[in-house]
């Protein structure tokens, strides 16, 4: 099977992509308007990039209209926003902020989280997250109707449990993230680990 993305399934890109590139961490990413007022949304078009220095990307695609979504334009007006992790836990309240609400209306409080603040940027961190990123945006890349927004990581949040602070390094067997599988419903849990040693 071969498809053609520039002609016959032009217009499927978006679930064929979404549904084959899988899983995806997902950022649940919070962000201040510039009116100050709190926006998350979910986004599974994201990745950590680098680490000199720590680079993350997500991309908020526009909406159909043609408008960039709320999270795209707080990026825009105040460049700064923070990454939160999803765990199981916080998985059904990630999904309540991917709701469509009107701007302006704070998506934490609809899904029954709490806004928790940062240290060096002004967008508050989620308290439930297992872990959160603050970053400050590097820059947006407009490709068509994506919004590439690149964030150099400041500062990172995560529970005590995951920190081994002697060896400096996570504790990923207390780490239950989910990831994004087919679109639109799917997810998977990341508990079936196994090791793969590199050869030298
Ligand atoms: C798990 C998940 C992942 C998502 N990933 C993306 C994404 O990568 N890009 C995107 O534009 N929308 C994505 N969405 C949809 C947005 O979260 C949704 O459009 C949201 O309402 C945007 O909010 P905002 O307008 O407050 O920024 C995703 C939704 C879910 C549930």
Redesign the pocket.
């Known amino acids: 099977m071969e498809l053609d993305l520039e002609k016959q399934y032009a217009d499927r890109a978006y679930p064929i992509l979404a549904s084959l590139v899988t899983p995806?961490p997902?950022?649940l990413?919070t962000?201040l308007s510039a009116e100050g007022k709190i926006?998350?949304?979910?986004?599974?078009?994201?990745n950590v990039l680098g680490a000199n220095p720590p680079l993350v990307a997500?991309?908020?695609?526009?909406?159909a209209d043609g408008t960039?979504?709320?999270?795209?334009?707080?990026v825009r007006s105040t460049h700064e926003f923070v990454v939160n992790l999803?765990d199981e836990a916080i998985a059904e309240a990630?999904?309540l902020?991917?709701?469509?609400?009107p701007?302006g209306e704070n998506?934490l409080a609809h899904a029954g989280l709490t806004a928790a603040a940062s240290t060096v940027v002004k967008p508050p961190r989620i308290a439930e997250a297992p872990a959160s990123l603050e970053c400050v945006e590097w820059g947006t890349l407009q490709i068509g109707g994506n919004r590439v927004v690149l964030g150099i990581v400041k500062r990172i949040h995560l529970r005590d449990e995951l920190f081994d602070v002697q060896k400096k390094r996570v504790n990923g067997d207390k780490l239950f993230l989910i990831g994004?599988m087919a679109s639109?419903h799917w997810?998977c849990k990341t508990r079936d680990r196994f090791e793969l040693i590199r050869p030298d």
């Open positions: 995806r997902i950022a990413v962000t926006n998350a949304a979910p986004f599974s078009f994201f997500f991309t908020p695609g526009d909406r960039p979504k709320d999270t795209a334009l707080n999803v990630m999904n902020c991917a709701a469509s609400l701007f998506e994004r639109p997810y």
